[in-house]
């Protein structure tokens, strides 16, 4: 049930493969402890068309890993440094590129699966 969501510049989608990028935050979410199904991960991205920030290059990914509550400290370290560095690596030219990890609480969160 994890989700990976990617906020980035929308003019980032001009030199990226974003879908190649989607995958490799996949595959290094996978390489970590934190992360057990494949099949429960999902990696999204959303654009920002709009957005300042005032330093020369502006151009930004945020990316949020969700997890359900129980992960370890180690293990969430473990999670932002891999992601970020995979960002890092596949978004040599961006501005900043940040990774925050939010908890889901199991006592309010639902979902349907068809």
């Known amino acids: 049930m994890p989700h990976i969501i990617v906020e980035y510049a929308a003019s980032i989608a001009h030199h990226h493969d974003l ?5 490799e935050l996949f595959e290094a979410a996978m390489t970590t402890s934190a992360f057990v199904t494949p099949e429960d991960i999902k990696v999204r991205m959303l654009p920002a068309s709009h957005w300042f920030q005032q330093v020369e290059n502006s151009s930004f990914a945020h990316i949020t890993v969700r997890l359900m509550v129980g992960r370890t400290v180690e293990q969430k370290q473990e999670v932002t440094t891999t992601i970020l560095k995979t960002a890092a690596k596949c978004l040599s030219d961006v501005g900043s590129i940040t990774v925050d990890i939010k908890e889901i609480d199991p006592a309010t969160y639902v979902k349907h699966i068809n």
């Not at 879908?19 to 995958?23: G, P, Q, R, S």
């Open 19 to 23: 879908d190649k990028l989607c995958e």
